[in-house]
């Protein structure tokens, strides 16, 4: 297109050729973005079939509301050390995995629902946080006291999905097991 016009120099394009690149570019920009948009239909075709993303979202809330189950049961037994190394793992982790896509989540459920469901997400997570702190600073006692908080955190978090999952036929058998016998989740 720099062609088209008064030539800036005696050896740049004719204008003629100009027209010419200008048009080919504009094509192949054309029909670049018709296949990329045929290809990403087909693809999202597949990953609709393949596996619904809520049951993922489920599935790794359930998994956190267990840990934490078990953090809460297990509290009278904890070191420090160990807390805090369980905590640590369960952050990077499952924690990780579920925060990483938030935005995801907002995308698929609605803003409103999202934000009902993370809400127990996060307050439970702060809460885990908080008692990461405490176990570091040999304050175990006050530490263990912030497990039942987050546990009825995430407890809540899972309930909202939950719900999602039997409005909306999607997510409702992983997080009814986790929520109603966390033994038969494990087996």
């Not at 953090?71 to 905590?87: F, G, H, K, V």
Request: charged content about 25%; proline content about 3%; some cysteine.
């Amino acid at each position: 297109a720099a062609g088209l016009g008064n030539p800036s120099a005696p050896d740049s394009v004719s204008q003629s050729m100009a027209v010419t690149i200008l048009i080919t570019g504009s094509l192949l920009l054309v029909i670049c973005g018709l296949v990329t948009k045929s290809l990403k239909k087909s693809s999202g075709a597949e990953d609709a079939e393949a596996d619904e993303p809520a049951d993922d979202f489920a599935t790794l809330l359930a998994e956190i509301s267990r840990e934490i189950r078990e953090l809460d049961d297990s509290r009278a037994e904890l070191s420090p050390t160990e807390l805090t190394e369980r905590i640590n793992s369960l952050l990077k982790n499952q924690y990780f995995d579920l925060t990483s896509r938030n935005e995801e989540l907002a995308a698929l459920l609605g803003f409103s629902v999202y934000a009902t469901i993370w809400d127990g997400v996060a307050s439970a997570e702060r809460l885990l946080l908080r008692a990461w702190s405490m176990a570091t600073d040999e304050h175990l006692d006050e530490a263990i006291q912030e497990l039942p908080r987050a546990r009825s955190h995430i407890e809540r978090a899972c309930a909202a999905m939950q719900k999602v999952g039997s409005d909306t036929g999607v997510i409702e058998e992983t997080a009814k097991v986790e929520l109603d016998d966390p033994d038969a989740a494990k087996g």
